[in-house]
């Protein structure tokens, strides 16, 4: 009898933890994007329930949400942005604090090195922008308060 109570009660905690599940990229696959071809980031990035926004996207900037809110009720969203010939750029925006302190302490037994700080806009508001370096890529990170606060990981090869 308690097990008949205990698994649906089980199965509504997972239920509700998954409605809230967005997938964080891990710095070592965001390198991975790097090097992907336009078609083979999109079928990537879809495969983690991400879906492609047509109105915030362009030929050069194509933008992804996630199709799942965070606990935050927000959507994270990697972006790919390449001009031609020149190397794509990807961004990566979560509001989970965790995942960005993760980053953060992986980045040294990672071997990146810290260059400078600067202050420039992100999204229309003005953000200390920390850059980083591990020779065969470049990395950024950052914070700012929109509608949430955001924490972003801008990685890009050399």
Do not use: C
């Amino acid at each position: 009898m308690k097990i008949s109570i205990l698994l649906p009660a089980l199965g509504l905690v997972f239920t509700s933890f998954a409605a809230h599940a967005q997938y964080n990229f891990p710095l070592v696959e965001m390198e991975k994007l790097t090097a992907k071809n336009a078609s083979d980031f999109e079928t990537a990035v879809l495969e983690k329930d991400y879906s492609l926004e047509p109105k915030a996207s362009t030929q050069i900037l194509k933008v992804y949400t996630s199709d799942k809110p965070s606990e935050s009720g927000k959507k994270n969203m990697i972006t790919r942005y390449q001009v031609p010939n020149a190397v794509s750029k990807i961004e990566f925006s979560t509001t989970d604090k965790k995942y960005y302190i993760d980053v953060k302490s992986k980045l040294a037994s990672m071997g990146f090195k810290f260059l400078n700080e600067e202050d420039k806009p992100i999204d229309g508001i003005q953000a200390t922008v920390y850059n980083y370096s591990n020779g065969p890529f470049q990395l950024s990170v950052a914070t700012y308060t929109k509608d949430a606060m955001w924490y972003v990981v801008t990685i890009h090869s050399n």
